[in-house]
């Protein structure tokens, strides 16, 4: 089992510019979501999905979309990227108050 | 809402000594809590969790951590550090009936030889 998948690990993406970050899980967990990580702050909500077609706001949700076609992917994307959402991001799933996270997405836009 | 805060963010310990990180939680709710372990470049692994069974909670790799009420705590321990634990470790809130994670902001340890 591959667990949470998370591509690509790197990327640098220019003011403006739009991309979507993937994650796929193997697991059958309904529920996954995603965080960004920056230094002093921990890890912070983006957005969440209880299952097929349901997605919802996490805390800091401008700038990103999701959407949840299938239970096993969740892409993040970013619609016109801004230096301000350099970070690590990173997806995770989560069953009996148990989350698996990913290997995350180094992010960094210029 | 729930959150967390987690005193001291670098904590430096020597090898075979007590490692102690704390975590105090501010929660509306009945919280589940937790304590994740990332080493560099890599995901968030569980260390433990509490959810409202045993209010000490032991973990992997030697951890545990207990949890009290009166003081809104939930302190991770380990008897002896050993230079592999070097690594930073995050503190996180639930509610009781969903997944959404709130994370303190993380403290780094590291062991002197």
């Known amino acids: 089992n591959a667990g949470v998948t998370q591509t690509p690990k790197f990327q640098v993406l220019k003011t403006g510019q739009s991309m979507t970050l993937q994650c796929a899980q193997d697991m059958n967990h309904e529920y996954m979501s995603w965080y960004r990580q920056d230094p002093g702050m921990g890890l912070r909500l983006i957005h969440y999905?209880?299952?097929?077609?349901?997605?919802d706001q996490g805390e800091v949700p401008n700038g990103y979309n999701v959407s949840r076609s299938t239970t096993e992917d969740f892409p993040l994307r970013l619609l016109s990227a801004a230096p301000s959402q350099t970070s690590v991001y990173f997806c995770?799933?989560?069953?009996?108050?148990?989350?698996?996270f990913g290997q995350g997405t180094r992010l960094t836009v210029v | 809402a729930q959150s967390v805060t987690q005193l001291g963010s670098h904590v430096s310990v020597s090898e075979g000594a007590l490692v102690l990180l704390r975590c105090n939680y501010s929660s509306s709710v009945p919280p589940y809590l937790f304590w994740y372990v990332q080493y560099p470049n890599q995901g968030l692994q569980l260390l433990l969790k509490y959810t409202s069974a045993a209010t000490l909670v032991k973990g992997i790799n030697g951890f545990e951590a207990e949890f009290k009420k009166s003081e809104t705590s939930f302190h991770l321990t380990k008897p002896s550090a050993h230079m592999s634990d070097a690594a930073e470790y995050f503190c996180?809130?639930?509610?009781?009936?969903?997944?959404?994670?709130?994370f303190g902001a993380g403290t780094t340890v590291t062991v002197r030889a």
């Open positions: 996180a809130v639930s509610g009781s009936n969903d997944y959404k994670l709130s």
């Open positions: 999905s209880v299952g097929a077609g349901i997605t």
């Open positions: 995770a799933t989560s069953r009996a108050a148990e989350a698996f």
